[in-house]
């Protein structure tokens, strides 16, 4: 007799390339972690070259008086938090969404440590 717990994800045995090419959960993963790894650290670098925008435009006028320095300070700021972000997501994918300052509208039940990492697709892949 075979007991299995609810809702366990075994994770496919096989190489990240199998994972990739038979595993749509995996997929999903990987393409999520590329795009919210890539896209912060492009828009925070942005922040300091205004290559695709001048992002001082968006800065609301009112929030411009109340902070410290010019609204260039401010989005210089604002692109750090952005390539950290980034770069969190490419290191610990699992736990990124805890550290990062999005990540207290996430319920608790996806931001424990334990949830996290056995729920992942890539929680044996390192």
């Given at each position: 007799?075979?007991?299995?717990?609810?809702?366990?994800?075994?994770a496919?045995?096989?190489?990240?390339?199998?994972?990739?090419?038979?595993?749509?959960a995996?997929q999903?993963?990987?393409?999520?972690?590329?795009?919210f790894?890539?896209?912060p650290?492009?828009f925070?670098?942005?922040?300091?070259?205004?290559?695709?925008?001048d992002?001082?435009?968006?800065?609301?006028p009112?929030?411009?008086?109340?902070l410290?320095?010019?609204?260039?300070d401010?989005?210089?700021?604002?692109?750090?938090?952005?390539?950290?972000?980034g770069l969190c997501?490419?290191?610990?994918?699992?736990?990124?969404?805890?550290?990062?300052?999005?990540g207290?509208?996430?319920?608790?039940?996806t931001?424990?440590p334990t949830?996290?990492?056995t729920t992942s697709?890539?929680?044996t892949?390192?």
């Amino acid at each position: 007799m075979s007991t299995t717990t609810v809702g366990a994800h075994a994770a496919p045995a096989g190489t990240v390339s199998t994972r990739l090419r038979t595993d749509p959960a995996f997929q999903a993963f990987t393409l999520l972690r590329i795009g919210f790894t890539v896209a912060p650290i492009l828009f925070g670098l942005d922040k300091f070259a205004n290559v695709m925008v001048d992002w001082t435009v968006y800065l609301a006028p009112w929030i411009n008086d109340i902070l410290p320095g010019s609204a260039s300070d401010a989005m210089h700021v604002i692109g750090v938090i952005e390539i950290v972000a980034g770069l969190c997501v490419a290191l610990r994918p699992a736990t990124a969404p805890c550290s990062s300052p999005g990540g207290s509208e996430a319920s608790s039940s996806t931001c424990s440590p334990t949830r996290a990492t056995t729920t992942s697709p890539c929680a044996t892949s390192g």
